[in-house]
T-cell receptor, first 113, second 111 residues
Framework: DSGVTQTPKHLITATGQRVTLRCSPRSGDLSVYWYQQSLDQGLQFLIQYYNGEERAKGNILERFSAQQFPDLHSELNLSSLELGDSALYFC????????????FGPGTRLTVT | GQNIDQPTEMTATEGAIVQINCTYQTSGFNGLFWYQQHAGEAPTFLSYNVLDGLEEKGRFSSFLSRSKGYSYLLLKELQMKDSASYLCAVREKQAGTALIFGKGTTLSVSS
């Protein structure tokens, strides 16, 4: 158990819908990262937050957005869902941006039908 | 941009040694990482290299050559539980501290 929690564990929804994935980092970690893992693309970095501020952006679609709240939990919002958005979404956290080890949560499996 | 290559699949037997190679092309290199991921589970950290050379941690070792854009993960005394996907990832200075992952190498260990 990494200490990072993600909810829900599984999510099934229809195309065109909007969902919110939630992540709570390890106690004391200020940095949160979101990754998407699909069979064909592997594990891809989406976005990073540090202490409430956006720190870095990766391959995140405009239909996706995220935020980190004052209590440091983070939410990833996915809208206008398409079949291709079906994937495992992982959240990871680290103490600060210089910390080399990122701790991954168990992931949320999103299925878009 | 970045490009990370590693073999898609490898097989080995219990007790053997296996080496998983990773080559990368990136600007602003700021560290190379290896993660282990069992099917359907979260990746777990194995090793980190930022300087050239070998880092050893129990049965696992990782090597880095920055001039060659090359790393390998060495697993000794293989056990059945080592059957997993092994992900090579790099960190670039301009990308902050996010990790850019290769597609992973699926290792199957048989008895």
């Amino acid at each position: 158990d990494s200490g990072v929690t993600q909810t829900p564990k599984h999510l099934i929804t229809a195309t065109g819908q909007r969902v919110t994935l939630r992540c709570s980092p390890r106690s004391g970690d200020l940095s949160v990262y979101w990754y998407q893992q699909s069979l064909d693309q592997g594990l891809q970095f989406l976005i990073q937050y540090y202490n409430g501020e956006e720190r870095a952006k990766g391959n995140i679609l405009e239909r996706f957005s995220a935020q980190q709240f004052p209590d440091l939990h983070s939410e990833l919002n996915l809208s206008s869902l398409e079949l291709g958005d079906s994937a495992l979404y992982f959240c990871a956290s680290s103490v600060d941006p210089g910390d080399y080890e990122q701790y991954f949560g168990p992931g949320t499996r999103l299925t878009v039908t | 941009g970045q490009n990370i290559d590693q073999p898609t699949e490898m097989t080995a037997t219990e007790g053997a040694i296996v080496q998983i190679n990773c080559t990368y092309q990136t600007s602003g290199f700021n560290g190379l990482f290896w993660y282990q991921q069992h099917a359907g589970e979260a990746p777990t950290f194995l090793s980190y290299n930022v300087l050239d050379g070998l880092e050893e941690k129990g049965r696992f070792s990782s090597f880095l050559s920055r001039s060659k854009g090359y790393s390998y993960l060495l697993l000794k005394e293989l056990q059945m539980k080592d059957s997993a996907s092994y992900l090579c990832a790099v960190r670039e200075k301009q990308a902050g501290t996010a990790l850019i992952f290769g597609k992973g190498t699926t290792l199957s260990v048989s008895s």
